[in-house]
């Protein structure tokens, strides 16, 4: 039985779409540009970061703040769901220190938010899926995961003992889709996912 939902936070609660274009106007590449080499590098299965390096560019220095029009349409509805539901709702992804509070702002009220520069540990380590669970109090067993990639959300999570929900959007899902684990539970969307834990 699930007591605990944790969800990931690029591509799956924010729409990273505004924040790549952001990245790739402050480095002086054309937004198609970046995007295609960001395309390749995903397929290629390499860190993000590497596109920098493709590009010969430096990565900027500030990153934009986050607001509440680079949620997806479906994630506040979705956390107050799962909530109401009686679930422990936490957020917990890659994410730098100084993106703890902005995401704290922007998606109260759960029971956790976690970055991996707060927790000093990052995906897929399983240590990163052990403090997690810990933190919000939860056995991992009866804990799901949810994220949008197989490699850092999907495999890690299921390996950690928790159930792993996979959710086909943004540009590592669709790449990445053919290697979903049988196991793994799949939706298109977060207002499917209420209903999908149910039969869990």
Same mark, same amino acid.
């Given at each position: 039985?699930?007591?605990?939902?944790?969800?990931?936070?690029?591509?799956?609660?924010?729409?990273?779409t505004?924040?790549?274009?952001?990245?790739?106007?402050?480095?002086?590449?054309?937004?198609?540009?970046?995007?295609?080499?960001?395309?390749?590098?995903i397929?290629?299965?390499?860190?993000?970061?590497?596109?920098?390096?493709?590009?010969?560019?430096?990565? !900027?220095? @500030?990153?934009?703040?986050? *607001?509440?029009?680079?949620?997806?349409?479906?994630?506040? #509805?979705? $956390?107050? /769901?799962? +909530?109401?539901?009686?679930?422990?709702?936490?957020?917990?992804?890659?994410?730098?220190?100084?993106?703890?509070?902005?995401?704290?702002?922007?998606?109260?009220?759960?029971?956790?938010?976690?970055?991996?520069?707060?927790?000093g540990?990052?995906?897929?380590?399983?240590?990163?899926?052990?403090?997690?669970?810990?933190?919000?109090?939860?056995?991992?067993?009866?804990?799901?995961?949810?994220?949008?990639?197989?490699?850092?959300?999907?495999? !890690?999570? @299921?390996?950690?003992?928790? *159930?792993?929900?996979?959710?086909?959007?943004?540009?590592? #899902?669709? $790449?990445? /889709?053919? +290697?979903?684990?049988?196991?793994?539970?799949?939706?298109?969307?977060?207002?499917?996912?209420?209903?999908?834990?149910e039969?869990?």
């Amino acid at each position: 039985m699930i007591e605990a939902v944790i969800l990931d936070v690029g591509e799956t609660l924010i729409d990273e779409t505004g924040i790549w274009e952001s990245v790739a106007d402050a480095c002086g590449i054309p937004r198609l540009t970046f995007m295609a080499v960001l395309g390749g590098v995903i397929a290629r299965g390499e860190p993000h970061w590497r596109v920098f390096d493709l590009l010969t560019v430096q990565p !900027p220095k @500030l990153e934009r703040p986050l *607001t509440r029009k680079d949620l997806y349409p479906d994630a506040l #509805a979705c $956390l107050a /769901r799962l +909530r109401a539901a009686g679930y422990r709702v936490g957020v917990a992804g890659n994410q730098g220190i100084e993106r703890q509070r902005q995401l704290e702002a922007l998606v109260e009220p759960v029971d956790l938010v976690a970055t991996s520069g707060m927790l000093g540990l990052e995906k897929p380590a399983p240590a990163f899926f052990g403090r997690v669970a810990e933190l919000i109090g939860v056995a991992p067993n009866r804990c799901a995961y949810v994220g949008d990639r197989i490699d850092n959300d999907v495999e !890690p999570a @299921l390996a950690a003992g928790m *159930t792993a929900v996979f959710i086909l959007r943004g540009p590592w #899902a669709y $790449l990445q /889709r053919q +290697r979903l684990p049988a196991r793994a539970i799949s939706i298109p969307g977060l207002d499917q996912l209420p209903t999908r834990l149910e039969s869990v």
